[in-house]
């Protein structure tokens, strides 16, 4: 994915260090949109638009770590560059501890700027896949029969099939036939791919028994 294809947010209450940020930008070959506060963008941004946020640290209404956590607590995964005048460290710890990719004080270095969004822009397009293939195995796993999905469990457990079939009250041969089917719709050959895509998926599976 090139620079062009994300868009670099930028949310600062200053027109004159907005502009002045998003022409440096457009210059290096980043599309850009600028927002005067932090609840414009809440409020404005595409959440489906990959990219990262260039955000102001102190903004009249919602400050900048304010809008850090109302994005985590949306689910959004945009990689954050925090670009104040009035840092401290324990501001900025409390910042990159809630995942800022970096925390610049003004005046910075173009070639800093710069540096920290290529950083975020490679960390959006890695989430972005990681998103993508966390959303196609959601996808295979609601094609499951709940007593697909069982059986699913039991396997990532290690259990063999006449122990799954104990444990469901079926045979055998029947445990199979599920056994067959879940690798199909979950487009797997091993049992180790199938454990893989479960954990892909953030699905806790109790490995006893």
Known sequence: MTDAACTVFVVDD????????????RSAGFSTEGYTSAQAF??????AVIGCVILDLTMPGISGLQMQEALADSGSVLPIV???GHGDIPTSVRAMKHGAVDFLTKPVSDD???????????????LEQEMREKHDIERRLATLTPREREV????????????????????????????????QKMQVR???ALARLV???GIA???AG
């Open 82 to 84: 925090f670009l104040t």
């Open 199 to 201: 954990q892909q998926a």
């Open 190 to 192: 091993t049992l180790v």
């Open 205 to 207: 599976v109790d490995s």
């Open 14 to 25: 200053d027109p004159s260090v907005r502009k002045g940020v998003q022409r440096l930008l």
């Open 42 to 47: 809440l409020d404005g941004h595409d959440r």
């Open 112 to 126: 800093m700027l710069l540096g920290a969004v290529r950083h975020a822009i490679e960390r959006a397009t890695v």
């Open 152 to 183: 699913l469990t039991h396997l990532v457990r290690g259990r063999l099939n006449k122990q799954i079939a104990a444990d469901l009250g079926t045979v055998e041969k029947t445990i199979k036939v599920h056994r067959a089917r879940v690798m």
